[in-house]
């Protein structure tokens, strides 16, 4: 039982380049989250999915976009990278019966 | 004003000592409220979750609820080196949906010395 996985681990782009955060969750659980962290910011929310087949906007989506690919797999998209992107990236998977999220690893990515 | 507001410390004791971690938050619909630790270049875990108001022991580690001052609290009795981390509080309005979106506080840095 892997619970929340990331990839990769670690990544460096240029300005403009483009990339997926691949996140995936094996505790079949329903609603998925996508946080970044950054340094005197905390944890802000990018994107959520409640259900499969759901996506919605968090506090931060701007430059960013998500796919839930099924039950398990929830992706993170920069089209255009910026540096304001650098950060630490978290995924999050959360089942129904309770409100606690679980969180991956995380993905460092500087945008230079 | 923001949602929810953390000290960001840094905090640093010694080891034995009593650490006591606070959030104060401005909704008072927030129900669910939960303290997650986070290790230098790891993701955060939970520690401690309680609904609604009053106290919760697990261990060292006793959480405290007071709705009426908007006020949350994560004491550390004995504490050691390995508790030195970043304690972020969260919280929620309810389980489900949308309500379900934890805010968190920006985090304590704990440093605890041998």
């Known amino acids: 039982n892997a619970g929340v996985t990331q990839t990769p681990k670690f990544q460096v782009l240029k300005t403009g380049q483009s990339m997926t955060l691949q996140c995936a969750q094996d505790?079949?659980?329903?609603?998925m989250y996508w946080y970044r962290q950054d340094p005197g910011m905390g944890l802000r929310l990018i994107y959520y999915s409640a259900s499969e087949g759901t996506t919605d906007k968090g506090e931060v989506p701007n430059g960013y976009n998500v796919s839930r690919l099924n039950k398990r797999e929830f992706s993170l998209r920069l089209e255009s990278a910026a540096p304001s992107q650098t950060s630490v990236y978290f995924c999050?998977?959360?089942?129904?019966?309770?409100?606690?999220?679980?969180f991956g690893p995380g993905t460092r990515l500087t945008v230079l | 004003q923001k949602e929810v507001e953390q000290d960001p410390g840094p905090l640093s004791v010694p080891e034995g000592a009593i650490v006591s971690l606070n959030c104060t938050y401005s909704n008072s619909a927030f129900q669910y409220f939960m303290w997650y630790r986070q290790y230098s270049r790891k993701g955060p875990e939970l520690l401690m979750y309680t609904y609604s108001s009053g106290n919760k022991e697990d261990g060292r580690f006793t959480a405290q609820v007071d709705k009426s001052s908007k006020y949350i609290s994560l004491f550390i009795r004995d504490s050691q080196p390995s508790d030195s981390a970043t304690y972020l509080c969260?919280?929620?309005?309810?389980?489900?949906?949308?309500?379900?979106?934890?805010?968190f506080g920006k985090g304590t840095k704990l440093s605890v010395k041998p």
């Open positions: 969260a919280m929620s309005l309810n389980y489900g949906g949308s309500q379900g979106n934890l805010i």
């Open positions: 999050a998977s959360r089942g129904l019966a309770g409100g606690e999220q679980f």
């Open positions: 505790m079949n659980h329903n609603s």
